[in-house]
């Protein structure tokens, strides 16, 4: 089998040529029990691991086994023959099937790779603007606050050296820095990683909470709008604050593909002296911006949230 797996050409070969000299030497006997299992299982690999003129040597070497095998096994005939290419054909179109398949598993992850990548190089370039956009702010703002203390100082000089326009250039000399102290702590603190979505989920679960967390994903999966995913992500992880952290308790986050939509469930026991109210106006004000819609209620001791979110791109 591992042969066969890695020479299917050769096997074939091997197998035709072996039905033929057994022909030779012992004549007409019953042999089909195990010569033509080993004939279909190399069909399913001239489908499975052969391509171009590989494949069709392969297919009419485990063929001419097959013919060898009904032409003199007393058993078959070559009345057997059609049906015995019947079975042959199923077994070489499940193999091309199975090929098919793994290209297109291939190819799905190569494409998930590369909108990773790009998710990744866009949040690196909007990091990058950002504080390019930062940089000119702080060098407007150092200009215009040199140019004030310039200003003032030259005043001073002119009124005579009043101790006022000096308190006044101090004042302004520490507004500057006030300013920069800002600006310097926001390009500090200025995110490098990419914003979390929805394929983050799974970490979010196993880090916010203790509780048996269950994610269940439905639909056919496809990368959504940056905008999408984080708001969906940023709800869950708000939801989770009102469900009760405990190792004894489940909870549950069902994420739906829709057509037209991006569904949430998360349900699970509320948490004690939780500040519901304030949660449920954060998570409103997020769906406003794309339209979506929110319900929670509470029955039987779980609290259960379902979200809707609009897949249009104006409200993206």
Not at 54 to 64: C, F, H, S, V
Not at 145 to 151: H, M, Q, T
Not at 251 to 274: C, I, K, S
Request: with cysteine; charged share 20%; aromatic share 4%.
């Amino acid at each position: 089998m591992a042969f066969a797996r890695r020479a299917p050409l050769q096997a074939a070969a091997i197998l035709a040529a072996a039905t033929a000299a057994n022909e030779l030497f012992f004549g007409h006997l019953i042999r089909c029990g195990a010569a033509l299992p080993a004939s279909f299982y190399v069909m399913y690999l001239a489908g499975r691991a052969c391509a171009g003129p590989r494949r069709a040597l392969t297919l009419a070497a485990a063929g001419a086994g097959v013919i060898i095998q009904c032409g003199y096994d007393p058993r078959l005939g070559l009345g057997a023959i059609p049906l015995m290419a019947a079975v042959s054909g199923v077994f070489f179109g499940a193999g091309l099937l199975v090929r098919r398949r793994s290209a297109m598993v291939a190819r799905l992850r190569r494409s998930t790779e590369q909108l990773r990548a790009q998710r990744e190089r866009t949040a690196r370039l909007a990091v990058a603007a950002e504080r390019a956009r930062i940089t000119a702010d702080l060098r407007g703002t150092l200009r215009a606050g040199i140019d004030e203390i310039g200003a003032l100082a030259s005043a001073a000089l002119d009124a005579g050296a009043d101790p006022r326009s000096f308190a006044a250039i101090e004042r302004a000399g520490r507004s500057v820095l006030d300013s920069m102290r800002h600006v310097v702590g926001t390009l500090r603190d200025a995110p490098t990683d990419p914003e979390p979505g929805l394929a983050e989920l799974a970490g979010l679960l196993a880090s916010a909470t203790t509780a048996d967390a269950r994610l269940s994903v439905t639909g056919p999966v496809r990368p959504l709008p940056a905008s999408i995913e984080l708001a969906g992500y940023r709800i869950v992880e708000q939801l989770l604050t009102v469900l009760r952290d405990d190792p004894a308790t489940q909870v549950e986050v069902r994420v739906r593909f829709a057509a037209d939509r991006l569904e949430l469930r998360v349900a699970g026991p509320p948490a004690a002296g939780d500040d519901l109210r304030q949660v449920r106006s954060v998570v409103q004000a997020r769906l406003a911006l794309y339209g979506g819609t929110f319900d929670i209620d509470d029955a039987a001791g779980r609290r259960a949230a379902r979200i809707r979110l609009p897949l249009v791109t104006s409200h993206v």
